[in-house]
């Protein structure tokens, strides 16, 4: 185990800024942990997808699957019946970055479906192979966070690993971990939809600094202690914008 956990969070799509955060990755000192959502609503999700798919098969990082992941995984299994939702969601940024601009509409969901499929094979069976949580040490990594109110958090459902928001963030922690998470952004957390600093409450950490909405993105960096450093950058091209 490495001495030092760098933590990321709800990237999509903005790769500059996730770049920004791995200049600051060093492989031969930190595990790298990506917490999921690296897709949609930004402009460069295919980026941000393939450099999430190269740090793991490269360094070894661990990167979960978020809520955004399994939108996408959903959309290809059954198009015609998520495409609506998808596209409302950030999907048509994701669809036209892995094909070409105005590619939803110039093809039936089915059609982008089946190009997709042809042309990222890899990339779909590595985004169906991505854990739902990571233990270190005393620390416990999830996209969106876990059922406290079961006796054992390990039997949280897939889908509540993915996607709980209020009965996680207001339930009290019995786990014996600290819980890091993403999935909502901190503005809401804080109550005032600005703040986009680290939110920290009964042994949780959400990190997700709501950069594609115009907040943040945080690289959160662990010891066994604590919170070591959080390195935040802005999103200064400003908020996205729904285009369908």
Same mark, same amino acid.
């Given at each position: 185990m490495q001495n030092y956990l760098y933590a990321i969070s709800d990237i999509h799509g903005m790769a500059d800024l996730f770049k920004s955060l791995l200049a600051e990755y060093d492989p031969k000192i930190h595990q790298l942990l990506l917490i999921g959502d690296l897709?949609?609503?930004?402009?460069?999700s295919k980026e941000c997808l393939m450099l999430g798919?190269?740090?793991?098969?490269?360094?070894?990082?661990?990167?979960?699957?978020?809520?955004?992941?399994?939108?996408?995984?959903?959309?290809?299994?059954?198009?015609?019946?998520?495409?609506?939702?998808?596209?409302?969601?950030?999907g048509k940024e994701t669809i036209?970055?892995?094909?070409?601009?105005?590619?939803t509409e110039e093809y039936s969901p089915? +059609?982008?479906?089946?190009?997709?499929?042809? *042309?990222? &094979?890899?990339? %779909?069976? =590595?985004?169906?192979e991505r854990p739902l949580y990571y233990e270190w040490g005393k620390y416990l990594f999830v996209h969106a966070g876990v059922d406290l109110s079961k006796?054992?958090?390990?039997?949280?459902?897939?889908?509540?690993?993915?996607?709980?928001? +209020?009965?996680?963030?207001?339930?009290?922690? *019995?786990? &014996?971990?600290? %819980?890091? =998470?993403?999935?909502?952004?901190?503005?809401?957390?804080?109550?005032?939809?600005?703040?986009?600093?680290?939110?920290?409450?009964?042994?949780?950490?959400?990190?997700?600094?709501?950069?594609?909405?115009?907040?943040?993105v945080h690289g959160v960096i662990f010891d066994d202690k604590g919170v070591l450093q959080d390195i935040e950058y802005q999103n200064l091209a400003g908020p996205w914008q729904p285009d369908f």
């Open positions: 897709n949609d609503r930004g402009p460069k798919k190269k740090l793991v098969e490269e360094h070894q990082a661990i990167y979960l699957r978020g809520n955004h992941e399994e939108y996408f995984l959903q959309f290809l299994n059954a198009p015609e019946d998520w495409f609506a939702a998808y596209v409302r969601n950030g036209e970055s892995l094909l070409h601009s105005g590619a089915t +059609e982008i479906a089946l190009m997709i499929r042809s *042309r990222y &094979g890899d990339l %779909i069976e =590595f985004l169906m006796k054992d958090w390990r039997k949280t459902t897939d889908h509540d690993f993915i996607w709980i928001r +209020e009965p996680f963030h207001k339930g009290k922690n *019995r786990t &014996g971990k600290t %819980i890091v =998470f993403g999935h909502t952004i901190t503005p809401m957390l804080h109550g005032d939809m600005q703040t986009t600093d680290l939110w920290q409450q009964d042994d949780k950490i959400g990190i997700d600094g709501g950069a594609v909405f115009g907040g943040s």
